[in-house]
């Protein structure tokens, strides 16, 4: 798994505080990451061929509950509240969830500040804990997807309401959200990503960490004076940020991996990463902002890369176990189903023990080999009782199988000689069976030898060079 460099005073940062908590520091990273492209988005664009675009990093944490999102979040708080002034506090929102919504929060913040002295300010941080809560909702919406991608872009913004039309300029919204493998899969699906909607998102797989021994230690306190001076810069004037030349030739190397493994993966993985290019791009010009440079030189653009090709990762990852396709069992058959009673029953059942529970009639079961009808009278006046056991040659099945292991040796040594095995033979094998408890009591014979482990054969190159970095 690719490990992501955590560069300049953001890593350092993360770096120092990420003992004391209980969580992955690549999720602390990636909130104070996009938590600053959010709070610069108004002022600092980067441009490559002359086309000059946000910087806004929208993330994803994605992790089971309990994993340290939450934690994340707050410790990049930490990190970069006083470096931002009252940015956080007064840019923050969350619970949107239309396409009306979002335009109507970014055109009431642009009303708010247009007199202002600092003028006009259309940034906003986005911050959705309950990420699925939303998504639950906004499918009911068709424009919130079309607002999405336009906010992301930075593209104008507009609505109609009772009160008159909305427009928003260059707006700077930025997307956190936190959400688990499993509603990552049910919620953000192929069909929008491949839109466009949710692949300018960066999903980001958090991992597990140790518990600490005393969690009343409380975080230490981060010099933020040299993110300060950053923030100051970065917000004084309009700058636009560009590639140095040292940082070319790998800028080439990272457009054609985007591409190659984007015509590689499978169409529900590529359209995931399909803008890995520019996430690298946006993702270099906030860490040269970060230390007050116009220029992304070459070890940002690395350390950049380094972060977007884990998201790449992740993206895979999750989106294998969401397309990942499901194996129906086969249903069991009548005389699995009757057998299985019979055996319940220690080998003799009644039509009353049977019947109701494999949803067929005595003459049914009459009809099935290896099944013996009797008819029985308890005493001379009571009621006679259909009585249902295995005939002889079928015996073998109530007796207690090999437990799965042992099943499984045995069926690996035989597995050449499947297709010369008489059908019923086959279908015995496959059928339920109710095993004893005495079947799982330590036997006295010593166990058998174990199948030797045959060595799996090595992969066919696919000739795909940066297939390797997946």
Not at 21 to 38: K, Q
Not at 152 to 164: P, Q, V, Y
Request: proline content about 7%; hydrophobic content about 40%.
């Amino acid at each position: 798994m690719n490990t992501p460099v955590l560069y300049g005073p953001i890593g350092r940062a993360v770096r120092k505080v990420t003992p004391f908590l209980e969580t992955d520091a690549l999720g602390v990273y990636v909130a104070a990451l996009s938590m600053w492209s959010a709070a610069i988005g108004g002022t600092v664009k980067v441009s490559s061929r002359g086309n000059a675009r946000p910087v806004l990093l929208w993330s994803a944490l994605v992790a089971g509950t309990g994993r340290g999102k939450g934690t994340a979040l707050r410790a990049a708080l930490q990190i970069l509240d006083r470096s931002l002034g009252r940015f956080v506090a007064t840019h923050t929102t969350s619970g949107i969830t239309s396409g009306a919504a979002l335009v109507n929060a970014l055109f009431e913040r642009q009303e708010a500040t247009e007199e202002t002295e600092q003028g006009r300010d259309v940034r906003a941080l986005v911050v959705e804990e309950e990420w699925t809560e939303v998504l639950k909702r906004v499918k009911r919406d068709p424009s919130f997807t079309t607002k999405l991608r336009a906010a992301w872009d930075g593209a104008t913004l507009r609505n109609t309401t009772k009160e008159g039309p909305q427009e928003v300029r260059d707006p700077a919204m930025v997307l956190h959200s936190h959400i688990t493998p499993s509603d990552w899969a049910r919620y953000v699906g192929e069909s929008e990503a491949a839109g466009g909607s949710y692949n300018r998102i960066l999903p980001f797989l958090l991992g597990s960490v140790p518990m600490l021994d005393d969690d009343r230690i409380s975080l230490p306190t981060v010099d933020g004076r040299e993110l300060s001076d950053a923030y100051a810069w970065a917000t004084a004037r309009p700058r636009v940020i560009t590639l140095s030349d040292d940082a070319r030739p790998l800028w080439r190397i990272i457009r054609r991996y985007a591409r190659i493994l984007g015509e590689t993966l499978p169409e529900s993985q590529a359209v995931f990463i399909e803008r890995t290019a520019e996430q690298t791009l946006r993702t270099a010009a906030c860490l040269a902002a970060s230390e007050c440079s116009e220029i992304i030189t070459d070890r940002m653009l690395s350390a950049a890369f380094s972060l977007v090709r884990r998201s790449v990762q992740d993206a895979v990852r999750i989106t294998k176990g969401a397309t990942a396709p499901k194996v129906k069992r086969q249903p069991p058959s009548l005389a699995d189903k009757v057998r299985a009673r019979i055996e319940l029953h220690g080998g003799r059942a009644t039509s009353s023990q049977v019947l109701p529970y494999v949803g067929a009639t005595a003459h049914d079961v009459r009809a099935l080999p290896g099944i013996t009808v009797t008819v029985e009278r308890n005493g001379k006046s009571g009621r006679p009782a259909t009585v249902f056991t295995l005939s002889e040659n079928s015996s073998r099945h109530s007796e207690p199988q090999p437990a799965s292991a042992e099943r499984d040796q045995n069926r690996g040594h035989h597995s050449h000689d499947v297709e010369s095995r008489p059908a019923s033979a086959e279908r015995h094998e496959n059928r339920a069976t109710v095993v004893q408890i005495d079947a799982y009591r330590p036997a006295l014979t010593p166990a058998p030898a174990p199948a030797p482990i045959r060595k799996r054969p090595a992969p066919v190159a696919d000739g795909n060079p940066f297939r390797a970095l997946l």
